[in-house]
Nanobody
Framework: QVQLAESGGGLVQAGESLRLSCAGS????????MGWFRQAPGKEREFVAA????????YYADSVKGRFTISRDNAKNTVYLWLNGLKPEDAAGYYCAASGVSVATMRTDYVYWGQGTQVTVSS
């Protein structure tokens, strides 16, 4: 059983950066693949990034590749998402999730979800 809580969202200007955090709890937290998804108003939830349990492998959506970075600190039960060079189209609610699948880039791969944190990007 894993409980997740996101934080770090806020209002930023285009071109600026932001760090999101996802604090987790659970006796086997470090064994889960962790991912980030986002959902903008009127749009479907989409995959953003994922990181393996050891942190050795990462995966990114093409739309954020080269701009966003996912990392984890298992000692702190925390996953991070660094959002660099933000664009207006990045504005969305960002959700972290945990998966028991080794390579998890699909929404259905994830079984535990946080409540989300809002990222707003102004011009």
């Amino acid at each position: 059983q894993v409980q997740l809580a996101e934080s770090g969202g806020g209002l930023v200007q285009a071109g600026e950066s932001l760090r999101l955090s996802c604090a987790g709890s659970g006796r086997t937290f470090s064994t889960y693949t962790m991912g980030w998804f986002r959902q903008a108003p009127g749009k479907e939830r989409e995959f953003v990034a994922a990181i393996s349990w050891s942190g050795g492998k990462t995966y990114y959506a093409d739309s954020v590749k080269g701009r966003f970075t996912i990392s984890r600190d298992n000692a702190k039960n925390t996953v991070y998402l660094w959002l660099n060079g933000l664009k207006p189209e990045d504005a969305a609610g960002y959700y972290c999730a945990a998966s028991g699948v080794s390579v998890a880039t699909m929404r259905t791969d994830y079984v535990y979800w946080g409540q989300g944190t809002q990222v707003t990007v102004s011009s």
